[in-house]
């Protein structure tokens, strides 16, 4: 049995978000592979995820844990991402709570942060038992109507319903706060003085300027700043998942 493989894309393959699209799918083939038989823990695989809005996501940013190079494996097996997670119709988590347990195993099986990144996680050290993760999604999840994805939550709405939160679970001193809009950060500062803010720095816009997510306009964007999104947009999911408990718009 041929045991040797890559799995690719193309940039036009991959074209919308990161948890959306690219990192999802990739982790559901994987799945697939490793349940149907066709991927074991012997196999060589090589790893090369291009996208349209992030680039080479693997392995620039995420790496795989075994680093093999093109002369280590014989005849490989070529595998699409795109083409394969669209043509398997098992090839998919369900919407259960064992999904995410699965993604995760797969994940931390193949893969791990560059050294860039888990530096940067590195920073941050809260206590994860009193923490309180907050992700607001604004620009094109709630401004944009021509192709709004999700019913829009104002910023107001959403402290209301951290306050009341809190209320009943008044152990969490540390919030942190996850969002692409910069006044959602400071209005969450200026209604929770008393709360240890966390937020990772990096570049926000305002709701009035920016209708669009960082997703589809980054295309036109230097490959610094996409490179900075790119970073941002890992550590932000990463420590959300280390929070006890988190409170998401759509």
């Given at each position: 049995m041929n045991n040797s493989f890559i799995i690719s894309s193309e940039k036009n393959?991959?074209?919308?978000?990161?948890?959306?699209?690219?990192?999802?799918?990739?982790?559901?083939?994987?799945?697939?592979?490793?349940?149907?038989?066709?991927?074991?823990?012997?196999?060589?695989?090589?790893?090369?995820?291009?996208?349209?809005?992030?680039d080479n996501v693997i392995p620039t940013f995420?790496?795989?844990?075994?680093?093999?190079?093109?002369e280590d494996l014989l005849n490989p097996t070529h595998i699409s991402l795109a083409k394969f997670k669209l043509g398997c119709a098992?090839?998919?988590f369900e919407f259960k709570e064992e999904s995410f347990s699965k993604a995760s195993i797969i994940f931390h099986k193949y893969f791990k942060f560059n050294k860039l990144i888990t530096c940067k996680l590195?920073?941050?050290?809260?206590?994860?038992?009193?923490?309180?993760g907050i992700h607001y999604r604004g620009t094109d999840k709630i401004n944009n109507p021509r192709d709004r994805e999700a019913n829009s939550i104002t910023t107001h709405e959403v402290i209301m319903i951290v306050k009341d939160f809190l209320k009943y679970n008044n152990y969490f001193t540390h919030l942190f706060c996850c969002s692409d809009e910069r006044?959602?950060?400071?209005?969450?500062?200026?209604?929770?003085?008393?709360?240890?803010?966390?937020?990772?720095?990096?570049?926000?816009?305002?709701?009035?300027?920016?209708?669009e997510g960082f997703h589809k306009t980054s295309r036109s964007f230097s490959k610094n700043i996409r490179d900075e999104l790119t970073i941002a947009c890992i550590i932000d999911m990463f420590l959300?998942?280390?929070?006890?408990?988190?409170?998401k718009s759509s």
């Amino acid at each position: 049995m041929n045991n040797s493989f890559i799995i690719s894309s193309e940039k036009n393959d991959l074209h919308q978000g990161m948890y959306g699209q690219c990192l999802t799918w990739l982790l559901e083939v994987m799945y697939y592979l490793e349940t149907s038989g066709t991927i074991n823990d012997d196999s060589k695989i090589i790893f090369n995820i291009n996208t349209m809005c992030y680039d080479n996501v693997i392995p620039t940013f995420i790496v795989p844990k075994k680093n093999y190079k093109i002369e280590d494996l014989l005849n490989p097996t070529h595998i699409s991402l795109a083409k394969f997670k669209l043509g398997c119709a098992g090839c998919v988590f369900e919407f259960k709570e064992e999904s995410f347990s699965k993604a995760s195993i797969i994940f931390h099986k193949y893969f791990k942060f560059n050294k860039l990144i888990t530096c940067k996680l590195n920073e941050y050290v809260f206590d994860s038992s009193v923490t309180l993760g907050i992700h607001y999604r604004g620009t094109d999840k709630i401004n944009n109507p021509r192709d709004r994805e999700a019913n829009s939550i104002t910023t107001h709405e959403v402290i209301m319903i951290v306050k009341d939160f809190l209320k009943y679970n008044n152990y969490f001193t540390h919030l942190f706060c996850c969002s692409d809009e910069r006044d959602f950060i400071e209005k969450m500062r200026l209604n929770f003085p008393d709360m240890t803010i966390i937020t990772h720095n990096q570049t926000r816009e305002n709701r009035t300027t920016f209708s669009e997510g960082f997703h589809k306009t980054s295309r036109s964007f230097s490959k610094n700043i996409r490179d900075e999104l790119t970073i941002a947009c890992i550590i932000d999911m990463f420590l959300l998942s280390k929070c006890k408990t988190v409170i998401k718009s759509s």
